[in-house]
């Protein structure tokens, strides 16, 4: 924090690097409504949050989570330092849409002359690739009395965050060894051992946003299409649309969210799936976030988050998150994790490029701690003995394809995944957590039909996998009578039981892609397929035992 000679204090973290690529336009129009989220710090002097280390096997893994007036009160914000930021809105002629102890956040509205004011930025406009946008240069303030109380301010700038979800890669991608053939979710949910079950009582919630491609949505026919074609008499999806500050389905199936729906409600066709529909900007990320782990009254409640995006590297970029935005929504998978709430997210169709043209990353947020990170694999030579697995690094009609994975420039090793020994990062050589953690069919080659527009086609992705496994995850939480939130410390004390680990050759040995260096597969866990595919039943198991119950339940 740096003291200005107006004695208010700048929010060093908060600010965005703009492109050089991007222009000016000139200021923002005085009577623009915009909207700001303060994010407060967590109440002082109450209960630490459990960490990762407090979720492994032995250190109360099996530990109930608090309800959420439990968790507001311990870990939310202090109601004393809530009205204080109101005050601090009210004084400026903002106005407060909500304030939310759970959340730990302010939502103010105002024309831009007041927030310019309030936070002593002065609005711009700027012109991109991606259309304009409003943004500030340097990083807003705040008085003294609230510098130590608010953690980041978010909705400064409207700037479109660089989300993928299905990728389309530039060149590269291997080809197959022979057998390969479309299957279902179904099939592969045999082929991994899911444990029997529909995931009845448990809530799914799937996460959707619009990108650079266009808005998120489904139309139902597509759906009832789709898992009319994966067979076995499925009934058609009824989803929960969650619409996000006004952003909702758009009724035109984009390709992706339809797979995400189709394949979790295969899975478990007795789960209710809620689609968080949201906008392309980082405050729209975090709302979306917020509304799922600390939900509305009248909201659907998930025990399991299936977010088949990526928000850009985790390295610090222009582009990207500001770091305090970085800060905000770890601390949201970290509440997540402390209301027994599984987060799986995917790693990426590119193998180990995500941004850079030569330099190996990984995608954000795969690489939280707090999230399981899920990449992908290729199924084949499927018959009555068995089936085989590859490395996912392929071409098919819609162009090359690799499962995303490599090593953190962000976060460190978790403890939890210390013992895997993840290799240093390629290019930079330093260490840090590996992606991903685990893997599953995600080959266009060996992936789904899809309906898009009423017409069949071949779908495949990192994002098919959190989908597949989020149905998995409300299966055991239904078969357990208790949801098993997060697992990863227990999914590494697993390793070689609970996985089918992914070798090579006959298939494809690395993730490398177009002139990006990636990672080999090789015994045990790697920055390619991570522990690799789940054995469904015996990772029930593993978890029954873990968490304290009679495995021979």
């Known amino acids: 924090m740096t003291v200005r000679a107006s004695g208010r204090v700048s929010l060093d ?72 930021v109101q005050a601090f809105a009210g004084a400026h002629g903002l106005e407060v849409v909500e304030a939310h102890q759970a959340r730990r956040s302010v939502v103010l509205r105002g024309p831009a002359a007041a927030v310019n004011e309030a936070f002593e930025v002065t609005l711009l406009h700027y012109g991109s690739a991606r259309g304009c946008y409003y943004g500030h240069e340097g990083p807003p303030s705040l008085p003294e009395a609230l510098a130590d109380v608010v953690e980041a301010v978010v909705g400064l700038t409207d700037r479109p965050v660089p989300a993928q979800h299905h990728a389309t890669p530039p060149r590269g991608g291997l080809t197959d060894p022979p057998g390969i053939r479309l299957l279902t979710p179904q099939r592969v949910a045999e082929l991994y051992d899911f444990p029997p079950g529909d995931g009845a009582g448990q809530t799914i919630g799937v996460f959707e946003m619009q990108t650079q491609d266009g808005a998120a949505g489904y139309a139902a026919v597509d759906l009832a299409h789709t898992v009319g074609a994966f067979g076995d008499g499925l009934r058609p999806p009824a989803p929960i649309d969650v619409s996000i500050d006004g952003v909702t389905n758009s009724g035109v199936s984009d390709g992706e969210t339809g797979l995400d729906i189709a394949i979790a409600s295969a899975i478990a066709p007795a789960a ?37 995006y990526d928000w850009g590297p985790d390295d610090a970029g222009d582009d990207g998150l500001s770091e305090h935005e970085y800060v905000a929504i770890g601390q949201l998978f970290q509440d997540a994790a402390n209301l027994a709430i599984t987060v799986l997210v995917s790693s990426g169709d590119t193998g180990a490029f995500v941004q850079d043209r030569t330099q190996a990353q990984t995608a954000y947020p795969a690489s939280e701690p707090w999230v399981i990170a899920c990449g992908g694999t290729t199924i084949g030579a499927v018959g009555e003995a068995g089936f085989e697995e590859y490395v996912w690094n392929d071409t098919g009609l819609i162009g090359p394809g690799a499962g995303g994975g490599g090593v953190s420039a962000r976060f460190p090793v978790p403890s939890y995944q210390a013992a895997a020994a993840p290799p240093l990062r390629n290019g930079t050589r330093t260490p840090g957590r590996g992606v991903p953690d685990v893997a599953g069919n995600a080959s266009e080659n060996s992936g ?96 029954r035992a873990a968490l304290g119950q009679d495995p021979a339940a």
Not at 26 to 53: E, H, K, Q, S, Y
Not at 275 to 303: C, E, K, N, W
Not at 464 to 492: E, K, M, S, T, W
């Open 272 to 308: 209710r799936i809620a689609v968080y529909f949201t906008g392309d900007s980082a405050q729209d990320v975090i709302r979306a976030l917020q509304r799922m782990v600390h939900p509305d009254a009248d909201d659907p409640q998930p025990a399991i988050l299936s977010i088949s």
């Open 448 to 543: 789904y039909v899809q309906f898009v527009a009423g017409r069949p086609s071949a779908a495949g992705g990192a994002s098919a996998v959190p989908p597949l496994y989020a149905g998995l995850i409300a299966r055991i939480n239904a078969n357990l009578g208790r949801p098993v939130g997060f697992i990863n410390p227990i999914l590494y004390s697993l390793a070689g039981q609970a996985f089918r680990g992914i070798v090579a050759p006959p298939g494809p040995t690395n993730n490398s892609f177009g002139r990006v260096a990636g990672y080999p597969a090789r015994d045990g866990w790697d920055a390619c397929t991570g522990l690799g595919s789940v054995i469904g039943r015996a990772l029930q198991q593993g978890l």
């Open 13 to 84: 973290g908060s600010e965005h690097r703009r492109p050089q690529d991007h222009v000016l336009l000139g200021p923002t129009d005085a009577d623009r409504l915009i909207t700001v989220i303060l994010i407060l710090r967590r109440r002082p002097g109450g209960p630490a949050l459990r960490g990762t280390d407090d979720f492994a096997p032995g250190a109360g893994a099996g530990r109930a989570a608090p309800t959420r007036e439990a968790f507001a009160r311990d870990h939310g914000a202090d109601p004393a330092e809530l009205a204080l």
